[in-house]
């Protein structure tokens, strides 16, 4: 009965399936050199700093990258973005709760512990350049475990708290980008302003994906799901619905009589899909997360407090 009444549909568009990607540590490479020379561009012959600063990226980003790997995600690549960081992009077709904070914390976590045994023995055998490591390491690590989107904190609360409160999800990172400027206003560093106001777009496009799906529950349309497995009936309502709420591609759409739209419409229908999230994550677990977060950064604190007086590069 139900294919029946599907039939009354078109046929959703094919999509192509997103192929496994070669080159990306040529892409890796690349970025980190651009990275590197927009650093001294701008702050002159920090190299020392620059090495230092780098290590403790690369191994944050590698944490991520293996444990993605490990969990079977598809086209992962790390990037670095000059004056501003570093990422691990990948993507599931379904996902688990456990396998997602794992991800998560495989970032921080072991650059916490390599900077812990870096402070031991740089006090220890008083090598400067294993604590000066172990201090920016405690830092980076710290403040990325911030319940602040996007950084590995906001990820955290958003996967253990929010996944499926998707109002909260907008709010959550309307706070975090209020946060990031005010952060970047009150410590000079106007980097963190400029990445707060461009999270405001991040907002606007939460808001979006909020409105469209609190439309789609309401005509209980099923959007928890892979395009694969997506209905052609469906596939016409959560078209209706993201053209409705996307005043530019509706245009774009209209004006585009000659050109075949579909295919791009359909991976705007795409991107709306919720991947499947298996919640195996129970209250006795994310009790133990919050735990080992909130030791993880009460911990960067203590030790970066205990090396207050030591003298060590940066900016």
Known sequence: MENEYNSFYPPKPFLEKEEQRQGHIAVTIFSIVLFAMTFLLFFGQQIVFLVELMAVLIVHEMGHFLMMKRFGYKNVR??????????????K???????????????????????VAFWFLGHQFQILWMVEVALWSFLINAINLLPILPMDGGRLLNV?????????????????????????FFFDYYLFM???????????????????HKSLRDSQVEYTTTYEKLTDQAYHFIKKEVLEHTPGLRKFTENSEEMDTSVIVAGEVNNMLEPPLEKDAGWAYVS???FIWIAAVLGSVFFVLQSNGVEFNGL
Do not use: N, T
Request: proline share 4%.
């Open 78 to 91: 790390m990037l670095f973005v000059p004056l501003m960081g570093a990422f691990v992009h990948g993507r």
């Open 93 to 115: 077709d379904e996902y688990k709760q456990k396998e997602s904070i794992l991800v998560i914390l495989a970032g921080p976590l072991p650059g916490i512990a390599l900077a």
């Open 160 to 184: 253990m708290f929010f996944q499926r409160i998707e109002l909260f999800q907008v709010i959550f990172a309307f706070c975090s980008s209020i946060a990031m400027i005010a952060f970047g």
């Open 194 to 212: 400029i990445f707060g106001f461009l999270m405001g777009f991040q907002v606007r496009s939460r808001h979006r994906r909020y409105l469209v």
């Open 288 to 290: 133990f997360i919050v």
